[in-house]
C-alpha cells in the first residue's frame, strides 16, 4: 500500500497521515511522491525529510527531475520504487540508483508521459531494455487476467489505482465509486497536451471544458485552464459525491470496472483469475508427437473440441 505525500497540503500534514495509517495497519507500507510542474512547486525536501523521519523505508517516486530526492532518500537507506512512462526514463532512473522501476503505460490515470506508448510494447521493451531491474506494470490492470499478461511481459507483478479506488474501503464517496463502475473505456480526457503535463483525468464536464479551453487558447498561457484543472476541487469530489465538482484522475480501466468489492474480495479474485489463465494457457503449448490435453478436453485428429481449434496452428496433422 502506498500514501500519496502531495493529497496532504503540507510536509506536516503528511506527517500525521503516516501516523494515522500506522495506527489502522501492522503491514508495511510506503509513500508516494511525485515532482511534477506547478506554478508554486511544493517544498519536496521537506516532504522527503518527513518520510525519513517517521522511519518510512519504501519510497515510490515519479516526475520531473527526481534526482535530489532520490538522493536524499538513499542516503537514508530508503528502498525507491521510481515510476516512468519511457524507457529512457527508467535508464536514468537507474544510474541514480533507484531499486526498481514502475513501468506506467499510456493506459494510465494521472501523468501518462508524452510518448503513447502502450504497456503492451512498454513492459516487453523493458523486459528487453532494463537488464534486469525488477519493474513492475502499472496502468490498465483490474483482474487476474491483466497480472498473467503483465507477468508473461516480464513484470514482477501490477500497480493498481483507479481500480482500488472502486473497492468498500477506499475512503471516496460512493457515488464516485458508482461513477467508474458505469463508465466506459473511452470516458476519460487528456489534459495539458499542449504544456507538456499531459494528464488523464476522467471524462467529466470540468475536463472536457479544459481540453476545449486548451484546443481553443490563442495566447496558450497556463492560467486560462488553471481554474478548471485546480486540485483543491478535485479532492472535494471524493467528498461530496459530485463527479462534475472538479477533475480527478482516472486510467482507461474503467471500462473493465464492474463492481465495489472488499480489497479482499478482490484480490483474492485476482489471484485465482491469475492461476487459471496461466493455467489454460500453459495447455495451448504440446511437444511434437503429443497428444494435447486441456482442462476442456482431449484434442485428437478425431475429436471435435471447439473450445481447442487453436491446437495444431502451424503444426501438421494429428
Not at 490492470?141 to 507483478?157: E, I, K, N, V, W
Request: net charge neutral; charged share 20%.
Amino acid at each position: 500500500m502506498q500514501l500519496t505525500a502531495l493529497t496532504q497540503p503540507t510536509p506536516e500534514d503528511l506527517r500525521k497521515e503516516i501516523r494515522r495509517c500506522r495506527q489502522m495497519t501492522k503491514n508495511p507500507f510506503g509513500v508516494n511522491l511525485t515532482l511534477l510542474p506547478a506554478l508554486v512547486p511544493p517544498d519536496y525536501a521537506a516532504y522527503a525529510q518527513i518520510i525519513i523521519d517517521e522511519g518510512i523505508k519504501i519510497v515510490e517516486t515519479a516526475g520531473n527531475s527526481p534526482g535530489p530526492v532520490i538522493r536524499q532518500l538513499k542516503a537514508a537507506n530508503c528502498t525507491i520504487l521510481h515510476k516512468c512512462t519511457t524507457i529512457r526514463h527508467a535508464q536514468s532512473a537507474i544510474k541514480m540508483g533507484v531499486d526498481f522501476l514502475s513501468i506506467d503505460g499510456f493506459e494510465c490515470a494521472g501523468h501518462v508521459g508524452e510518448t503513447d506508448i502502450t504497456n503492451f510494447i512498454l513492459l516487453s521493451r523493458a523486459r528487453q531494455s532494463l537488464g534486469g531491474v525488477p519493474f513492475i506494470a502499472s496502468g490498465g490492470f483490474a483482474d487476474g487476467q491483466g497480472l498473467a499478461a503483465a507477468l508473461a511481459l516480464g513484470a514482477c507483478g501490477i500497480n493498481m489505482g483507479t481500480r482500488f479506488m472502486c473497492t468498500v474501503e477506499a475512503p471516496i464517496h460512493q457515488k464516485i465509486k458508482e461513477a467508474i463502475v458505469d463508465a466506459q473505456e473511452t470516458d476519460t480526457e487528456l489534459v495539458l497536451r499542449r504544456w507538456r503535463n499531459t494528464t488523464r483525468l476522467f471524462g467529466n464536464n470540468v475536463a472536457k471544458q479544459a481540453v476545449k479551453v486548451e484546443k481553443e487558447s490563442t495566447t496558450g498561457k497556463f492560467e486560462e485552464v488553471a481554474e478548471y484543472v485546480s486540485g483543491k476541487r478535485g479532492r472535494q469530489v471524493f467528498l461530496n459525491g459530485d463527479k462534475n465538482f472538479g477533475v480527478w484522475t482516472a486510467g482507461q480501466v474503467i471500462g473493465l470496472i464492474h463492481d465495489i468489492p472488499t480489497c479482499e474480495a478482490l484480490l483474492t479474485r485476482i489471484e485465482r483469475e491469475a492461476v487459471e489463465t496461466l493455467q489454460l494457457k500453459q495447455d495451448l503449448y504440446i511437444q511434437d508427437g503429443d497428444r494435447p490435453v486441456s482442462s476442456i478436453g482431449t484434442v485428437g485428429k478425431k475429436t471435435n473440441n471447439p473450445g481447442a481449434e487453436v491446437w495444431g496452428v502451424g503444426k501438421s496433422k494429428l
